[in-house]
């Protein structure tokens, strides 16, 4: 109960890097980066083995310091911290009674497994988040060791399956304990040698992380207190979520005596159900209600309205809230506005009367708001921010657009023409119109690209589900749209990429890490054109994908190397269309391709491809086969070359 007592106090930690929703949504986040990666300056410190231990005994040779990166990276990505950056710190005052509660202050002092459960928007992540730099605060000051991972549902594999929480949790722990250090040493040099101290590399498997995992964090836990908080636990993939919670069920039941065991934080919707056997249970929104009394005072501002009106329109809003932060994350702004027209309080407590209370009902009516004109717009927002392989930046979105909305054009300098009405000038206008078109379901957030630069989401995890299930079909039958605006999106996001690396400015680039930074939609298109291009192909779009020529792409591979983009597929120079249908098994590409070389060959007598064109299985067994060796040099000409004239006498 001592212990307890830590933790009620007036923590204030420093504010993380966070991905900015300005509200208390579903939104995810993972250990700080000072916990979840080791930089290269660091692994002296964090690697005592690497000077004290000689060379025989290490098993290591000369290069201790390029093995030990080595093993960090092979648990290191970028992506891990991603979600970290997505959550706006709590406001003052709010979320204070979860450290006085009885849940709580028995989960401190017994450890085992404390469950929050709660609707989406009412809070969840942003109270772990709180939690947790609680917890921090705390084990400053103490030995105590705080791991967290928060799932993200929309993002990566490594985002929302368990081979990120693996990888994400060993090197927080790594971090942070010396002898967890020396056994994964240990680990990696059996390895390495292994491995004939050839290769550097170090590629894991669920199980072996999974093993290491759970040995150092029970070995640990015997010295050191543990928290591992993990949020978001729904948003984990179904085929990893069940794992996941027997890894953690098995953590906090193994470890004797119960105070050796590690303490396990656990934030989720209301499913899954049954599956966690917690033994501290807390429901967010039955505990809220002075969280949501105090977010109503801080941000409603009426200076207009007479002190009786204002309380009014405070009542109204808190119980029609009913525990959802996201509800009144979107209403109050619209009472601002109403406000501002002028209109009378009745009005306006009218208006709020009539809001959904159901989250798909309020975004339902937020897109019914935009008007006809805006409408072409709007969709290829919400396409662009649904679909981008990578949450983009704002100056990216505002090129993508302009370029998707504009068609084919020869130059750069013809998209960015003043005369041409899709073209916003700069990053001030884009942002107005990008809050404007999605009537607040879009804003920046303070996510930063490797660049330094603000990226751009969805307010709440929940935005995007409802537009892929029931929204983009609404808009989409507004624009009388004879394909669905979900089955076409990585044709337009495809095509719109192929047309900005199509233009006279990139074609002609001859130092392409000059310019990079220069042409702002280059990294992207050119990185992810392919990603896009194949996902239409296999949803049955490849004839609406603009394939590009032999030209284009030694021009696209030439782009790549000297900016020194990652090429998808390892394609180098010498890459054919072929050869991407043959790595990503594109079957009705690669029939196309023989359909069009057929017709192209001028000698039908002597047409090989045309014959080849009626035998479509030569062509599945080669597109099989080149991906299972891996070798897709010589495709097309092992293609051409397998037809064989058939037997008369079969014929």
């Not at 998209?415 to 804003?443: T, W």
């Not at 935005?463 to 605006?485: E, H, N, P, V």
């Not at 597929?569 to 009705?588: R, S």
Request: net charge neutral; charged share 25%.
């Amino acid at each position: 109960m001592e212990k307890a007592q830590h933790f009620t106090g007036d923590y204030r930690s420093e504010q993380h890097q966070l991905n900015g929703n300005n509200f208390y949504g579903n939104v995810s986040f993972s250990a700080p980066p000072q916990r979840d990666s080791v930089s290269t300056n660091d692994r002296r410190k964090i690697s005592p083995w690497i000077n004290d231990e000689s060379d025989e005994t290490s098993g290591f040779g000369l290069d201790k310091c390029r093995i030990w990166d080595a093993c960090l990276d092979s648990l290191r990505s970028e992506e891990l911290n991603d979600r970290e950056q997505s959550i706006d710190r709590h406001h003052d005052g709010t979320f204070e009674w979860l450290f006085n509660s009885p849940e709580y202050v028995r989960w401190i002092a017994e450890h085992g497994l404390l469950l929050i459960r709660g609707k989406p928007g009412c809070g969840k992540s942003t109270l772990m988040r709180f939690a947790l730099e609680k917890q921090m605060d705390y084990a400053a000051t103490s030995e105590c060791i705080v791991l967290s991972f928060f799932f993200h549902a929309r993002g990566t594999k490594l985002q929302n399956g368990i081979m990120g929480l693996f990888r994400s949790l060993l090197l927080q722990l790594l971090d942070q304990d010396d002898s967890s250090q020396t056994t994964f040493k240990e680990i990696c040099r059996k390895r390495w040698v292994t491995g004939g101290k050839k290769k550097l590399h170090m590629d894991w498997n669920e199980q072996e992380l999974q093993v290491n995992l759970q040995k150092m964090v029970l070995e640990c836990s015997a010295r050191r207190e543990i928290t591992i908080f993990v949020d978001a636990i729904d948003g984990c993939r179904d085929q990893d979520r069940d794992r996941v919670i027997k890894f953690f069920h098995i953590l906090k039941g193994r470890a004797q005596p119960r105070l050796s065991r590690p303490r396990i934080c656990f934030a989720c919707r209301p499913y899954p159900d049954g599956q966690i056997d917690a033994d501290f249970y807390v429901r967010l929104e039955e505990r809220n209600q002075h969280d949501i009394e105090i977010f109503v005072e801080q941000e409603l501002r009426l200076p207009d309205e007479t002190s009786e009106d204002a309380e009014a329109l405070k009542n109204i809003l808190r119980s029609r809230a009913d525990g959802m932060f996201l509800w009144l994350v979107l209403v109050i702004p619209r009472v601002h506005e109403m406000s501002g027209k002028g209109l009378s309080s009745k009005s306006i407590q009218s208006e709020i009367l009539q809001c959904p209370r159901e989250l798909n009902g309020l975004y339902e009516g937020l897109l019914r708001g935009i008007e006809d004109h805006e409408l072409r717009e709007a969709c290829s927002l919400f396409q662009w921010i649904c679909f981008s392989i990578r949450p983009l930046c704002l100056d990216e979105l505002r090129i993508a657009m302009n370029i998707q909305l504009s068609g084919m054009k020869v130059s750069l300098r013809e998209y960015e023409d003043q005369d041409n009405p899709n073209y916003i000038p700069n990053e001030a206008k884009m942002k107005k119109r990008m809050i404007y078109l999605s009537r607040g379901l879009v804003e920046m957030t303070s996510a930063k690209s490797k660049e330094g630069k603000l990226l751009i989401g969805f307010g709440h995890e929940t935005i995007k589900d409802f537009l892929l299930k029931k929204g983009l079909g609404y808009l989409g039958a507004r624009l009388k749209q004879t394909q669905s605006l979900v089955k076409e999106a990585n044709f337009q996001l495809g095509n719109t990429c192929l047309r900005y690396l199509s233009t006279q400015e990139i074609c002609n680039i001859e130092k392409p890490t000059a310019f990079s930074d220069t042409f702002g939609f280059l990294c992207y298109a050119a990185t992810f054109w392919v990603s896009h291009a194949v996902a239409a192909e296999r949803e049955g779009c490849g004839e609406c994908i603009a394939w590009p020529n032999r030209s284009f792409l030694e021009t696209w591979i030439n782009v790549c190397n000297g900016a020194k983009y990652d090429v998808p597929g390892g394609f180098k120079e010498g890459t054919t269309l072929m050869h991407i249908a043959a790595v990503y098994g594109l079957e009705t590409l690669a029939r196309r391709i023989v359909g069009q070389n057929a017709q192209e060959n001028k000698r039908p007598s002597t047409n090989r491809w045309s014959r080849l064109q009626k035998c479509p299985n030569r062509i599945s067994t080669l597109l099989l086969t080149t991906r299972l060796t891996g070798r897709k040099d010589n495709v097309d000409t092992t293609l051409y070359r397998s037809y064989r004239q058939p037997n008369k006498s079969k014929e």
